[in-house]
């Protein structure tokens, strides 16, 4: 008999409920509808941007705020390149660039510690921001700029690459030695520093490879914009966003992670067509919630809810 | 550069300074002393600012009356903020560091909420009033008479601040809390009171500030955060924890800003950041550091 514990909590289920959901999610064009893969293609941006994220911030501990800067970056490129160059390429040069940037980012401020660190990538994300801005302004005389507009359909498949893409980078780094290295160094750098570890190069390496997937995911979603300008493109809530779903959704596993950027986009949407003045008021809310009462996010409901389910149905 | 520029360019930035000035001290109490590296300090500006503008417009009360009238208001509900969320965010906390980033993030929530409770309660709109701004001529250069009360009423506050800070006793155990906080215990500083008061303290110095720039600036929900920025700049610049460098910082900042704008008015935002940033990578300790 399949029982719901089997269901959701056995081995078998945790190969199983995977692929199914892959399944459903890649043939989504031939039955759903328009509305519901634009709608996926805005879930699949968080759970990249949320992932990517945490890949770097959640296991050392640089809480960074600079996904805006680095999805902005892919932002921009598409709207320079997209009617220049075919449209895999123009992705992949988002994402390269924001390695690169990043790059140069880490080696210059990866020996800021704790809360130097954080205030400096938002410091910096919006220092591109207005720069963007100004030049736009002054250079090219308008402020914002046309994105060559992509199918829907190409949209959709593209992002949900992208997502898988990180998956499977997030779940590598976080078996291999780098994310055991980096989990030391979020308990103690010094002491991971003194075990050779050698703390500045492994920050920096994983700090880049995590902007790779911000930066394609943002020239993905350019192109379903098809106007941007910097507000838009390096809006502070993209880096904002990703710390509360991963936060929301539980930090240390990335299936929390996709769960909390999950459940907050879908929830955002629901807000936004049924009570937009709330919106904002309503994340607040569920931040302050979420960190005063459940520090582990949703997936610290599994352990509880798993010991209600076994005392009262299983006998 | 002749005097009436020169003038017109120090005076300007004092102004800005001195505003800033309380409004990164006020920050340097709740970063410093309570460790809440507090985003929506700005937020209490924002409501200070409105606050004043409604008691001007619906009440005609003087925007000098409301500072006595919004401050406390504003201190009582910072002082209740701090003794509910962050109180028990620190003592569910394993370490300060830890502390630190579910405050900032915490912060980050308060923003949001304190933000759209105020976008519902005066909308969207750019509101203004125009209060004393009979002109005053400065050797040639010319200025609303308010913003020299303005600049006379920061100068005061800060002071009065200075000297609350270096001479009385609760200043000296705010100071003491600021450079070690487990030996300010032992010798008899009461934490947990200092804390709450530290961070009302400072939302208080924002409230004031925000009555202060409410006659002089165009008033939006949305105006706080580039203070909150500018506030964490000065801070850093004056070195974080260090509460009178934080002073210090605002009115360089004040100085610098003003310098930009009248050279390239759409560059003062920018300058702010890239100051911040190779202030952070160069000596992050700030200019009164070691």
């Known amino acids: ?315 | 550069m002749s005097l009436t520029l020169f003038v017109d360019i120090t005076v300007g930035g004092l102004i800005l300074g001195g505003l800033y000035a309380l409004i990164a001290a006020g920050l340097s109490l709740q970063y410093g002393v309570a460790r809440v590296l507090n985003v929506s300090h700005g937020e209490f500006i924002m409501l200070g600012a409105l606050a004043t503008y409604s008691l001007y417009t619906l009440f005609d009360i003087n925007p000098l009356i409301s500072l006595v009238i919004t401050g406390p208001i504003i201190f009582a509900i910072a002082f209740l903020i701090h003794n509910t969320f962050f109180q028990r965010l620190r003592r569910a906390s394993e370490s300060i560091g830890e502390f630190e980033g579910t405050s900032l993030l915490a912060s980050f929530g308060l923003l949001f909420i304190i933000q759209n409770i105020a976008l519902l309660f005066w909308g969207p709109d750019i509101k203004g009033y125009t209060y004393f701004d009979k002109q005053v001529n400065l050797l040639g250069a010319i200025y609303g008479a308010n913003r020299i009360i303005a600049l006379l009423f920061a100068v005061g506050i800060g002071l009065g601040f200075y000297f609350f800070l270096v001479h009385s006793r609760f200043g000296k155990g705010i100071r003491a809390a600021a450079q070690d906080v487990n030996t300010a215990q032992l010798v008899g500083v009461n934490i947990h009171r200092m804390l709450g008061l530290c961070f009302a303290l400072g939302a208080l110095l924002a409230a004031l500030a925000g009555s202060l720039i409410s006659a002089m600036f165009e008033l939006t929900p949305f105006m706080g955060l580039p203070y909150t920025i500018i506030a964490i700049i000065a801070v850093v610049l004056g070195g974080l924890g260090n509460i009178l460098g934080s002073l210090i910082g605002g009115f360089i900042l004040g100085i610098i800003g003003n310098l930009v704008t009248y050279l390239h008015p759409g560059l003062s935002l920018i300058a702010y950041y890239a100051i911040f940033l190779l202030l952070l990578l160069i000596k992050p300790t700030g200019i009164m550091g070691k």
């Open chain 1, 1 to 315: 008999m399949i029982s719901a514990r089997s269901l959701f909590f056995s081995r078998s289920a945790r190969t199983f409920l995977p692929i199914l959901i892959l399944v459903l999610l890649a043939t989504a064009p031939v039955y759903a509808s328009l509305y519901t893969l634009i709608s996926l293609s805005n879930v699949f941006m968080y759970i990249v941007l949320t992932v990517s994220w945490a890949v770097f911030s959640g296991p050392s501990r640089y809480i960074s705020l600079a996904s805006a800067a680095f999805f902005g970056i892919g932002i921009y490129v598409s709207a320079i390149l997209g009617n220049v160059l075919p449209f895999p390429v123009v992705v992949f040069i988002g994402g390269l660039l924001s390695f690169l940037v990043a790059l140069l980012v880490g080696l210059s401020s990866l020996r800021l510690r704790g809360m130097y660190f954080t205030i400096f990538t938002f410091g910096l994300s919006e220092l591109i921001r207005h720069s963007v801005h100004w030049w736009e302004v002054n250079m090219t005389g308008t402020v914002g700029r046309w994105v060559v507009a992509v199918d829907q359909t190409i949209v959709y498949y593209a992002m949900l690459i992208i997502v898988m893409m990180t998956v499977l980078v997030a779940y590598t780094i976080s078996r291999s030695r780098l994310g055991f290295a980096l989990r030391g160094i979020g308990e103690s750098e010094d002491a991971a520093d003194h075990m050779g570890v050698s703390v500045n190069a492994l920050k920096i390496i994983t700090f880049a490879i995590s902007t790779f997937f911000m930066g394609t995911a943002g020239a993905v979603m350019a192109t379903r914009w098809t106007y941007i300008d910097p507000s838009i493109a390096f809006n502070p809530l993209f880096s904002f966003m990703p710390v509360l779903m991963a936060i929301f959704g539980g930090i240390a596993q990335i299936v929390g992670q996709i769960i909390g950027a999950t459940a907050l986009t879908v929830l955002a949407d629901i807000l936004l067509t049924k009570f937009p003045y709330y919106y904002m008021l309503s994340y607040g809310v569920i931040l302050v919630a979420v960190i005063l009462f459940l520090p582990g996010g949703l997936m610290a409901l599994q352990a509880p809810m798993k010991n209600w389910y076994e005392r009262s149905f299983v006998k």
